[in-house]
């Protein structure tokens, strides 16, 4: 029998999974579009928010606009 205090290992695998995901999530960028959707709404919300499309193509350009040529 369990104590109470203690979560059950399979509870506890979950989320430590979960946040490792969330982790990895945010290294990689993955989540920029979640946490540009809720900046907006918190900071401008009577402005239009971008689609994730048009979002990641706004980012892409961005970040690619610097390079002008041969490497």
């Known amino acids: 029998m369990q104590q109470s205090g ?3 290992p399979a509870a506890a695998a979950r ?3 979960s946040a490792g995901l969330s982790l990895l999530r945010g290294v990689t960028g993955d989540d920029a579009y979640e946490k540009y959707a809720a900046h907006m709404a918190r900071t ?3 402005t239009q928010v971008m689609s ?3 979002f990641f193509r706004a980012q892409q350009e961005r970040q690619w606009s610097c390079i002008s040529g041969c490497c």
């Open 15 to 17: 989320q430590f999974l």
């Open 52 to 54: 994730a499309r048009e």
């Open 6 to 8: 203690k979560p059950k």
């Open 44 to 46: 401008e919300p009577d």
